[in-house]
Structure formats: C-alpha cells, structure tokens
C-alpha cells in the first residue's frame, strides 16, 4: 500500500464563522491525525499543489469518512479548499487562466455555461466515468449541460424555510407567509440566504411572478420590496445548520438539506420546522466538473466515478442529506434508517411546483439590489 499524505481542508475565513458543529464533531474528528483544518484568508490565490487531488467546493459538503477512504484505497493526497458562492468560486478560477492548481470544482448547474464560454471546464471523457450508469435519467443530459459533456450531477434538492415554532406559533405554508413572519415576530431574528438569486425568486414566487422572470417592471417592484425588508434581517448566510442547531433563528431561509442537519443538531429537533412553500421553488443541481488545465485529470476522474459507487454515495447522501441522483437511492436510504428522509425525497407534488433557475439579462440587476439590500441592512 502507498505510504498516505494528509488530507487538507482549507477553510475560508469568510466560511469559518458557519462550520457546523458536525464539521468539528465528525468531520475533522473522522479525519483523525492525518487531518489538517487551516483557515485561508480571502484573496488567496490557487488551489493545493500539484501533487495529490485539489478540491475547490462547498464548504463541508463531502463525508471526511468518504474523502479517507478514497485516499486509503487509491493513495491519492486530497486537498479541499471551499467557497460560498458560485461567483466566488467562478472569479477565483477566472483568475488563475487555467493554472489554479485545482482539478475538481462543483458549480451549480446555473453556473455551467457561463463557465463554459468563460473556457473554465474541461470536456468529460465519459469512458473513464463507468459509474455513470448508476445515474437516474432525471439528473442526465439536462438542459443546462445537455449530453454532459462539463459535468456529473454530484446531488440536487431545493430551497425553502424552517421556523422556531416556539417564537411563530401559526402555521407557515408559503412564501408568502415568510416575508409576513420576517416582518413580524421574526423580525431581527430571520436570516437570508447568501445567494442572491434565491432572495429574488422567494419575492417573485410569493407573489405570483414567474421564478425567472426578466420583466423589468419585476425587478423594479422586487427591489422596493426588498430594501424595505432590509430593517427586519439578522444575517445572511449559505450555512444555517449551526444557528437552527443553536437555535439562533427565529426564520431561516435555507436549503433543505442544510435545514435537515439544525434540526438534526438540535437539542430539540421538533422545534423547528421545515416548509417545502405552497408556491414551489427553486430545482438546483450541483455537479461534479473537471477544471480546465487540471494538473491531476486522471485522480480527478478516479474520484468522481468512486463517488458515483451507489454504496459511497449513500454515505454522502447520508452526511450532506441531499438527493444523490443514483438510481435506487431513496430506497437505499430507506432501508438504511437514515434520519428525516422527507427533508431529502422531494413527493411528485412539491416537484411538480420546481424550476431550474435560469441565467437571465437582468442577472447583474439582481446582483446590485441584493448589495443594496446587504449594505441597507448593514452587513
């Protein structure tokens, strides 16, 4: 067996501040002494070295205990560097013309084209990706990468709210019912996603407009809407495991599987509740994508298509609790006993109400009334 290199987690400062208590309780505990959790500042440039695997991703968005095991059966150094936004994550490789060091990125399936034209992917080389066939149709030859020719869905799932029964005690069904919360008792206690285009489509579902809506008179109307909303939040953040855990809101804007794991984590897991909204929502993707002038391309396809195995992937399902996309899935998990299958199994009635996010002119738009609202709200 080849002697083993550490496997690093390069944590951004930015990022550090929302580490979930499974990060340090399971996470770098599981890693044991071969793990190295260090903070990189914002503005560093480039991924690991050229040696081993380097992972530019989510944070905490892998089970250590999958990310040992590739290392102890393929001999392959890891090294996972994280973001918290598809920009941040598309400016650093923008940068770097092909030289970030990283071999492995995750965009989210609004971000592929963009990388496409921006020449920031490498075509697949499905021949060396056999795990594939353990995919389900629903997460193959997309509209946004048809044929995947740039990316493998990693997992999917969709975006919506959990509340402190204890602090709203009626019943939230919609998104409607959000902003009225956010208003009222949540007032000073309820946070927002740090994703500009889920705020934006939280208004338009809300208010019957259509989720990728590019009217200007839309736009116009959302950004009044919002601003206004300004005075009523707490935070922004893409990670709300730790304060539902902790309870430190009294309304959440999240993604599901991150809701799952606060309320998973908290000492009182009927507490909070999750709300799939009446109005439906946003069918996001995050995938698995090779950069451009990737110094490690063979280990990059290697770990892909040994994450793509339906046995590691239920453990990654089960550590993340998003929906894998591999065939058979849901009744793996089942028969396993993980816990709140219903915050990770969407019903056909809830997936009936979900769209794909599109790019769209008004894009940059979106982007400024989301920095006004953040600088209006004084974050």
């Not at 973001?83 to 492995?104: F, H, R, W």
């Not at 309820?190 to 489509?201: A, H, I, M, N, P």
């Not at 009744?331 to 709140?340: K, N, P, S, W, Y």
Request: a negative charge.
């Amino acid at each position: 067996m080849p002697q083993l290199e550490p496997v690093r987690l390069l944590v951004p400062e930015a990022f550090s501040k929302h580490v979930s208590r499974r990060a340090f309780l399971s996470g770098a505990t599981a890693l044991g002494a071969t793990a190295l959790l260090a903070a990189c500042a914002p503005g560093t440039s480039g991924g690991g070295s050229s040696a081993g695997l380097n992972i530019y991703t989510w944070g905490e968005y892998d089970d250590p205990d999958v990310i040992k095991a590739f290392t102890t059966k393929d001999g392959t150094a890891i090294t996972i560097d994280s973001y918290g936004s598809n920009p941040e994550m598309i400016a650093k490789l923008s940068a770097s013309k092909g030289t970030s060091g990283y071999d492995i990125c995750v965009p989210t399936h609004s971000a592929i084209q963009q990388m496409v034209t921006a020449g920031l992917l490498a075509e697949l080389d499905h021949s060396k990706l056999p795990n594939m066939k353990n995919l389900t149709p629903a997460v193959l030859d997309t509209a946004f990468d048809p044929g995947n020719v740039y990316s493998v869905c990693k997992d999917w799932g969709s975006t919506g709210f959990v509340y402190d029964t204890s602090i709203i005690q009626r019943e939230l069904t919609s998104w409607a019912d959000f902003w009225d919360a956010a208003a009222n008792e949540a007032s000073g206690s309820f946070s927002l996603l740090e994703d500009q285009g889920e705020v934006s489509f939280a208004y338009f579902l809300a208010n019957g407009i259509p989720m990728n809506t590019d009217d200007e008179a839309d736009i116009a109307a959302y950004r009044e809407f919002i601003l206004g909303m300004a005075q009523h939040v707490q935070a922004f953040e893409s990670y709300v495991s730790t304060t539902v855990a902790q309870d430190g809101r009294a309304l959440a804007h999240c993604w599901n599987g991150d809701a799952r794991l606060g309320i998973l984590n908290n000492a009182d897991p009927d507490k909070y509740k999750w709300v799939w909204p009446a109005e439906g929502g946003n069918l996001w993707q995050d995938n698995w994508a090779i950069v451009k002038g990737a110094p490690n391309e063979e280990a990059a396809y290697a770990f892909i298509d040994y994450i793509l195995d339906p046995e590691v992937s239920l453990k990654e399902l089960t550590y993340v609790g998003y929906n894998t996309g591999i065939e058979g899935i849901e009744e793996a998990a089942t028969e396993a006993g993980v816990d709140r299958p219903d915050l990770i199994f969407i019903s056909d009635e809830i997936m009936s109400k979900l769209e794909y996010s599109e790019m769209k002119d008004t894009d940059e738009e979106v982007i400024a009334i989301y920095n006004e609202l953040k600088a209006a709200a004084g974050q």
